[in-house]
């Protein structure tokens, strides 16, 4: 485990709900919309490369969701109230094969209207769209 993960663990996640509270003032997520969105997304599509900020970390980590993670967590240790946002890009580099990193990286599309069209059906949420990708907002 590298330190960064190390420190998220066990300091920072700790202390999620005082950050929240101290650093935003309006949250757009709960549990229950964040279950439904990745449910619906991962139905609907194979694979979806998203850009991840978390409420206590400037970080901006790609990771590809392809089913959802055992609640309470969005992609495990990282819990749903720890996401600040998330960001869907029309195009996004990644590994060639997962199982031989020394084939490296290319570069993918994804159909960000698509996911926002799905999106769009679970219901309001606060989403800009700049730059050929959308940004969904949990808190502001």
């Known amino acids: ?41 991962t139905n609907k599509f194979d694979e979806i490369s998203m850009n991840v900020k978390l409420i206590y970390d400037d970080v901006i980590e790609n990771h590809i969701l392809n089913s959802p993670d055992f609640a309470p967590y969005f992609i495990e240790p990282i819990k749903y109230k720890e996401v600040e946002w998330i960001e869907f890009p029309n195009e996004y580099e990644y590994w060639i094969n997962d199982n031989n990193l020394k084939a490296g990286t290319k570069l993918y599309k994804q159909n960000y209207q698509a996911i926002k069209l799905e999106i769009d059906k679970i219901g309001k949420f606060k989403i800009d769209e700049y730059d050929n990708k959308i940004r969904l907002y949990a808190y502001i």
Do not use: G, P, Q, V
């Not at 300091?11 to 990745?38: E, H, V």
């Open 1 to 41: 485990m590298d330190s960064r993960l190390y420190n998220i663990i066990n300091n920072k996640s700790k202390y999620c709900d005082d950050i929240i509270k101290n650093n935003y003032s309006a949250s757009y997520l709960n549990n229950t919309k964040w279950y439904k969105l990745i449910e619906a997304l």
